[in-house]
């Protein structure tokens, strides 16, 4: 689904929404993987009081947007924050991500992806890799449904751009 070498998706959005907006509307699906996560949790079970409260409140914490991405698909800690509230605030959304991340490395389908990835890059941050794997592969269909809903409706989806969590058309 994404393009290799140049292309629309490759650029940043201020300069791609700068050079198509006469032509393209933007799509995109906000904060899909988080909320992906999010959702999947309560069908699991799982208690992530403060994945919820991100995705919720999501403008509130929009500021530590690049953090908590980089938790969820890392091994990385919190990185000390100046905000003693904001920093516990992290450091609990990190303790959610680790349930998830532990839970997922157990799902029994998911063995075989956590071999491959075991295989690949010498081991390295699988936890964080499944965590990709699972929530592009969500996010993923979820373009797919949106794309075919409107190709069922008699939209021209010749020109439709991907453009990571969202497309442009």
Same mark, same amino acid.
């Given at each position: ?89 992290? #450091? ?41 794997? #699972? ?35």
């Amino acid at each position: 689904l994404f393009v290799e070498g140049c292309g629309l998706q490759n650029l940043k959005r201020e300069i791609r929404n700068t050079i198509c907006e006469e032509y393209y509307y933007d799509l995109d699906l906000v904060n899909c993987q988080l909320n992906g996560a999010n959702e999947h949790s309560k069908k699991w079970g799982l208690n992530v009081p403060y994945l919820n409260e991100y995705c919720i409140n999501r403008k509130k914490y929009y500021h530590l947007k690049q953090q908590i991405i980089e938790m969820f698909f890392s091994d990385n800690h919190v990185q000390h924050l100046e905000d003693e509230l904001e920093f516990d605030f992290m #450091i609990k959304v990190n303790k959610d991500f680790e349930i998830i991340k532990n839970y997922c490395m157990g799902i029994p389908e998911n063995q075989e992806r956590i071999k491959i990835l075991r295989r690949s890059k010498k081991g390295i941050n699988i936890r964080g890799r499944l965590m990709s794997d #699972i929530f592009n592969e969500y996010e993923n269909k979820i373009l797919i449904q949106a794309i075919t809903y409107l190709w069922n409706k008699g939209f021209s989806i010749k020109e439709i751009v991907l453009i990571f969590d969202g497309f442009m058309m």
